[in-house]
């Protein structure tokens, strides 16, 4: 019981916080635009924002192999 208590309380919490998380990706997106317009820090920003977004996508594919070959070793 106190385990859905828990994961409740965090969706709650989740849901709330996230208007100032979308509201801070908008303010990065329009600095990103008009720096890049003017050849200053935007020019890199995609680039960095890939880069950050590609580390936990490889980590969870390297879990998701390690898991799927410990349950399918043929022949044990």
């Known amino acids: 019981?106190?385990?859905i208590k828990a994961a409740i309380l965090t969706l709650v919490l989740a849901i709330i916080n996230s208007a100032e998380c979308l509201s801070q990706c908008v303010m990065c997106k329009?600095?990103?635009?008009e720096s890049a317009n003017q050849g200053g820090m935007g020019?890199?920003?995609?680039?960095?924002?890939?880069?950050?977004?590609?580390?936990?996508?490889?980590?969870i594919a390297t879990g998701?192999?390690?898991?799927?070959m410990?349950?399918?070793k043929e022949g044990e």
């Open 70 to 72: 410990r349950f399918n």
């Open 30 to 33: 329009a600095l990103g635009e």
């Open 1 to 3: 019981m106190q385990l």
């Open 43 to 59: 020019t890199g920003l995609n680039a960095g924002i890939l880069f950050l977004m590609i580390v936990p996508y490889i980590l």
């Open 64 to 68: 998701f192999y390690l898991v799927w």
